[in-house]
């Protein structure tokens, strides 16, 4: 797909769609509990659908409605689960994979799990250590630690983990293993990642409590369907805040965006940067705190981003990435080795990809030095050169490269071919089309 530099401003107003983390977890917890669960902006993208897919396989009915993005799930109880006929398929999600092999782990049947190329790349000894230490019958079919998984019953038990890495994809897997265990389970990490099932699940009724960095469940919650509206992802509207922030004289507003302060890293490292971003309506679903956000285009300078920041930003680091390349001065990324695990290797393709676009990028192995544009404010808006190069991107299938490039290509000199653009479907299917809308 071919990409043209900004002409003009963007300015517009985005319905961002919903948060992809909150649409899996809210069909899965709704699986597991008693009664009808309603979810409205549920997030139609590819990953949420396998999901969707695999708890059809597990005998939960579940009905689709307003292009998807309205959910019914019929759900039977946390034991009501039953033996799927086949493999269940998680496509390309990593969040789908992970968090259901902790919901298997404690069924009376057997069951296996694969994905598509990318996922049987990414690490699950991460979930297989934890779920065996509980007792769990859980092993990697082909010895290398990654999917396909096969997952047979067995007795758990609660256990205190200490988590080597912030994920919240970790987390969420031995909480919800938890719930099948025989006494407390709770799990301990290096920095805070997102919250989004300790809240979900205090929500639908479980007893789950979060001290620092320690996440406690206690086994055989009886969760209650309920209805939720799912917030709009702060991942989605990342772009468009980074695009606003870029293209000059651009506003853009973005409405209903989760803002959950395990999530809301972007704006932090916006506002260091000099960006301004201005809340304009804030509101809490279920303990999700939303915002519409304003943004304008500002003069950006580079920061440093490291340490507890680099969970609650960890997806938006491609788009960030993007936007530092574009300011004046240098930003350091560090401590963010997790990139490497992620659809792709997405240090290195940041940075082979900026560099790409002309861009002196040092990348180092937990991270990378962007040189952003110097000099580049110089002159009045309209006189500034673009900071970027067109050029040819190897999305390598990853949807926040897509994305965070097509932001890119917005401030470039020449075109830009993104190749495999259609991948953004597995988390925003609009995304062309939202883009497009702001240049109107
Ligand atoms: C997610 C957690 C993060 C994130 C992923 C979604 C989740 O992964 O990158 O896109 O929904 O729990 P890790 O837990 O592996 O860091």
Redesign the pocket.
């Known amino acids: 797909m071919i990409f043209t530099p900004a002409s003009k401003p963007l300015h517009g107003t985005i319905n961002v769609p919903g948060d992809?983390?909150i649409s899996?977890?809210a069909v899965m917890i709704g699986s597991l509990a008693e009664g009808d669960t309603e979810i409205s902006h549920f997030l139609p993208g590819a990953d949420c659908l396998s999901t969707i897919e695999c708890f059809r396989k597990m005998g939960i009915q579940i009905e689709l409605t307003e292009n998807n993005t309205h959910v019914l799930v019929h759900g039977r109880g946390l034991h009501g689960l039953s033996a799927p006929d086949s493999v269940l398929d998680c496509g390309n999600s990593?969040?789908t994979t992970?968090?259901i092999s902790g919901i298997l782990a404690g069924q009376k049947f057997s069951s296996s799990l694969t994905g598509d190329e990318s996922i049987q790349k990414r690490p699950m000894n991460r979930i297989i250590l934890p779920l065996s230490e509980m007792g769990a019958e859980i092993r990697s079919e082909n010895e290398n630690g990654c999917v396909p998984l096969q997952i047979s019953p067995s007795h758990l038990k609660g256990i205190c983990y200490q988590s080597p890495?912030?994920?919240?994809?970790?987390?969420?897997c031995v909480l919800l293993a938890g719930m099948y265990a025989e006494g407390k389970t709770s799990v301990t990490e290096p920095a805070l990642?997102?919250n989004?099932?300790e809240l979900m699940l205090r929500g639908f009724g479980a007893e789950v409590t979060s001290e620092g960095t320690t996440a406690t469940i206690t086994p055989e919650p009886v969760l209650h369907g309920r209805k939720l509206t799912v917030p709009g992802d702060i991942?989605s509207a990342a772009y468009f805040l980074c695009a606003g922030l870029m293209v000059p004289d651009s506003e853009v507003l973005l409405k209903h965006v989760g803002t959950n302060p395990t999530r809301d890293g972007i704006l932090r490292v916006i506002q260091d940067m000099g960006g301004s971003v201005t809340y304009r309506r804030l509101l809490s679903d279920a303990g999700e705190p939303t915002a519409d956000l304003e943004v304008r285009y500002s003069r950006l300078h580079g920061t440093v981003i490291e340490g507890s920041l680099i969970?609650i930003l960890?997806?938006e680091l491609p788009i960030i990435a993007v936007l530092a390349a574009t300011a004046e001065g240098d930003t350091v990324i560090r401590d963010a080795q997790?990139l490497r695990?992620?659809e792709s290797d997405r240090l290195a393709l940041i940075a082979e990809n900026l560099e790409a676009m002309g861009i002196s990028v040092d990348p180092t192995e937990d991270g990378m030095v962007i040189h952003g544009r110097r000099n580049l404010y110089g002159g009045t808006p309209a006189a500034e050169g673009k900071p970027l190069h067109g050029a040819v991107i190897d999305s390598h299938k990853d949807h926040r490269l897509a994305m965070s490039f097509a932001i890119a290509a917005l401030a470039a000199d020449g075109e830009t071919e993104i190749r495999d653009a259609e991948c953004v479907n597995i988390s925003y299917p609009d995304f062309y089309r939202d883009l497009q809308s702001l240049s109107e």
Do not use: C, F
Request: charge should be positive; glycine fraction near 4%; proline fraction near 4%.
């Open positions: 992809k983390s899996h977890r990593g969040t992970r968090l890495v912030a994920s919240a994809q970790v987390k969420s990642s997102r989004h099932t991942s969970p960890i997806d997790e695990y992620k």
